[in-house]
């Protein structure tokens, strides 16, 4: 299959989290990366509410805050941060549960900013991080995890730790499938692009149901040794922030249906969506 040449497009840097610290953190430390919010003291009930201890978790995207069962914590890029209110309801809010407040940040990290909270419909109170809610993810089911990271290009991890101010580049993958030798993610699993998309318009068309089919491929990355892509490598910025890879102009896609490494079962989906062939040299 002969993959289509054209220019990526390189926008402006995507909103992130990122924390300088030492290991564990402290709530009232300014940082970058969330707006700006007056912290709101948490009112007692009439029955004393405990205060949780937050944690951090080591995981595949990095040092994350975590919950006090150390379950990742998350942001939402679609709300408005100082907003004093969240967009994720309903059905969002039952696959991105709202961390409740009272907490408190582990002992030694600073965080991006004070910790607050918001009061939900209904009357819950949802801690927040320099003006964002945070958020738990449903999938997520053990510490160290971070399945909800980067999807729909705006749900984020709350990173920690000063090396996380630098991205860290991931090498891709070759892998051998039915569809041929295809480029691959980190993990393995096959890349593929859309033929939907307009090489080098530095937009992607794929949006709402269909990111979700069709995950955006993070960057930065580089490629694997010995591999001769079909054009350069950039990356465009999606709407909520993501930077997502291109590769000749053409933004790179994950398929939801693929689990394993070898597999390519969205290939030649709607007759649009292909997998990414490569030579070996």
């Known amino acids: 299959m002969r993959y289509p040449v054209g220019r990526a497009a390189v926008g402006l840097a995507a909103l992130a989290l990122t924390v300088t610290a030492c290991g564990k953190a402290t709530g009232g430390s300014a940082g970058s990366g969330y707006g700006n919010q007056t912290t709101t003291a948490a009112t007692p009930a009439s029955s004393p509410v405990q205060t ?5 978790e080591t995981t595949r995207a990095g040092m994350v805050l975590a919950n006090g069962g150390g379950l990742t914590l998350y942001y939402y890029s679609e ?9 994720c309801t309903g059905g969002c809010a039952t696959a991105w549960p709202p961390l409740a407040a009272p907490v408190k940040a582990p002992a030694g990290v600073h965080l991006p900013g004070p910790l607050g909270m918001i ?3 209904g009357g ?14 449903a999938g997520d089911k053990a510490p160290g995890q971070a399945t909800g990271n980067g999807m729909e290009g705006a749900w984020h991890v709350v990173k920690l730790g000063g090396a996380t101010a630098t991205q860290t580049v991931k090498v891709l993958k070759v892998e051998h499938t039915s569809a041929g030798t295809v480029l691959a993610s980190s993990r393995g699993l096959t890349l593929y692009y859309y033929s939907e998309d ?3 318009s530095g937009k992607s ?13 993070n960057y930065p990355v580089r490629a694997p040794a010995g591999v001769h892509l079909p054009g350069k490598i950039g990356y465009i910025v999606r709407s909520s922030g993501f930077k997502q890879v291109t590769i000749n102009g053409y933004p790179v896609y994950k398929y939801a249906g693929d689990k394993a490494p070898g597999q ?10 292909h997998v990414i062939k490569i030579k070996t040299m």
């Open 264 to 273: 390519a079962k969205g290939n030649g989906i709607e007759r649009a969506w």
């Open 198 to 200: 307009k090489p080098g």
């Open 79 to 87: 709300d408005k941060a100082g907003s004093g209110k969240s967009v």
């Open 119 to 121: 009061t939900r419909p």
């Open 52 to 56: 949780v201890a937050l944690k951090t």
């Open 205 to 217: 068309v794929c949006t709402g149901a269909c990111i979700k089919a069709w995950p955006a491929l």
């Open 124 to 137: 819950v109170r949802q801690v927040t991080i320099n003006g964002f809610p945070v958020y738990t993810y």
